[in-house]
């Protein structure tokens, strides 16, 4: 179980240089103009239940609007579709944390909108994205340390305005520089490039474990350095709840007591 420390509290509560808001189990915001594109296009499961940054900046030679970076986790293997989970039900802990089980695999989805509803001209050539992924227990980082994912994978799903004319959504595969958008969705195993390492090169997906993936974007004009957005999850991996013993012993005579649980006329026919 996560424990959150008094200074790790205040971190999350601090309020960085520029205008900038977090909202838990939320939805992503369609990233065109007309409203009808998806939020999460990446794939068809839910547009829900991200943890979503919105920044932004005026300063610049690309000055930008709000820019948005989402981070979930789910509870399923890639490519399908899984389990979008909730966060703690308690209140206790801050909506960042996701709670996962060892028992079945589990992945991580990430968004970067640089112009939600296509608002201003600020493309992914602009900024710098980058992840970093590390296990709280052990100090372990990611591969690269940070990762770029447009240049760590080549299954991802850009957004701009300037694809096919004929698909409504706008969407190419591998996402570009030219484009505002950036998705994909990945588990701690999945290779890097260049090469073939995992993200994680000790990561067990069968231990209970403890994570923190950031995903931040940056600008940098006349040598200074912003940061435009940045998204923080944790990941509380718990072991897998074994039946008890005594379920072992009611099993075989299970058939047997649904039988003596009948009603009588029911054991007449």
Do not use: C
């Not at 999460?40 to 932004?56: I, L, Q």
């Not at 004929?166 to 996402?175: C, E």
């Not at 006349?222 to 944790?234: A, E, F, G």
């Not at 990941?235 to 009611?250: C, N």
Request: without cysteine; aromatic residues 8%; proline residues 9%.
């Amino acid at each position: 179980m996560r424990r959150i420390l008094p200074g790790a509290l205040a971190l999350l509560l601090a309020t960085p240089a520029f205008a900038d808001t977090v909202a838990y189990d939320a939805a992503l915001a369609h990233p065109d103009f007309s409203q009808v594109d998806p939020g999460w296009y990446y794939d068809t499961s839910p547009n829900a239940d991200f943890t979503v940054d919105t920044g932004g900046t005026t300063r610049g030679a690309n000055p930008s609007g709000p820019i948005e970076t989402g981070l979930r986790v789910r509870q399923g293997s890639l490519p399908a579709a899984g389990l979008i989970l909730g966060h703690d039900s308690t209140g206790l802990l801050p909506g960042n944390i996701y709670t996962v089980s060892a028992a079945s695999p589990w992945v991580f989805d990430f968004s970067v909108d640089l112009r939600p509803g296509d608002v201003y001209s600020l493309k992914l050539s602009n900024v710098s994205v980058s992840l970093v992924i590390t296990n709280d227990t052990t100090g372990e980082s990611d591969a690269l340390n940070p990762i770029n994912p447009l240049t760590a994978w080549t299954d991802q799903q850009g957004f701009n305005n300037s694809s096919d004319p004929h698909d409504p959504f706008y969407i190419k595969g591998v996402a570009q520089t030219g484009d505002w958008g950036i998705q994909d969705s990945k588990s701690f195993s999945s290779t890097i490039l260049p090469g073939s390492a995992p993200i994680l090169p000790n990561f067990n997906p069968s231990a209970p474990d403890d994570y923190t993936i950031t995903l931040t974007v940056t600008q940098t004009v006349n040598q200074v350095v912003t940061t435009l957005s940045s998204d923080t999850i944790h990941v509380d991996v718990t072991a897998a709840t074994p039946l008890p013993k005594s379920a072992f012993l009611v099993l075989p005579i299970l058939p047997l007591l649904l039988t003596l649980r009948r009603p009588d006329s029911a054991r007449a026919l």
